[in-house]
């Protein structure tokens, strides 16, 4: 069964303008952690945020914040006031369990900024 | 700098021809996976290696070895490649034990089976 699902292939967003990226996931661990890459056309794999299961707020850093809800096991990047930088592949990806260091990843998103 | 860094980032070659993707890390991270990337398929890991000499399939392990003799180095072996192992590949390290640790991904390596 898939793990992690982002059932959007391809978005797209005005320049200055907010998107969610949507990310649901599949565990029955308790503890687990979320994160959000971003892969350029370049190809690099940039990491951009994390949320851990037991953390109450939801994560932000700068224009990046993570929506978590965890009843629905969801977690979508939403980047405010979008520049044409930001134009790339977006990947969720999970990892299970306390100790584990493995991560699984979604198909991405490819999110295209117009001006 | 702290980086993960693979060599080659390119390679074309052909069926049935040997040949090892370096991998080094300079974090002292004990972890470290390698990655195929395809489209559609997002990145699937390969195998991955919790420490020196410790290492495990993850989902795609197949026509595939990997070795860890040094903490830095996690190097990727395709012993016959075959042309359904054209892909783009990534290492990636981290500290273990779960957590807010973020993998740190190398360049990548664009490989071509003909």
Redesign the interface.
Known sequence: AQKITQTQPGMFVQEKEAVTLDCTYDTSDQSYGLFWYKQPSSGEMIFLIYQGSYDEQNATEGRYSLNFQKARKSANLVISASQLGDSAMYFCAMREGQSSNDMRFGAGTRLTVKP | EAQVTQNPRYLITVTGKKLTVTCSQNMNHE?M?W?RQDP??????IY?S?NVEVTDK?DVPEGYKVSRKEKRNFPLILESPSPNQTS?Y?C?S?F??????????G??T?LTVT
């Open positions: 972890y996976s990655y559609g398929l997002g990145l699937r890991q991955y919790m993850g783009l990534f990636a981290s273990s034990g779960g957590g807010p640790y973020e993998q740190y991904f360049p990548g664009r």
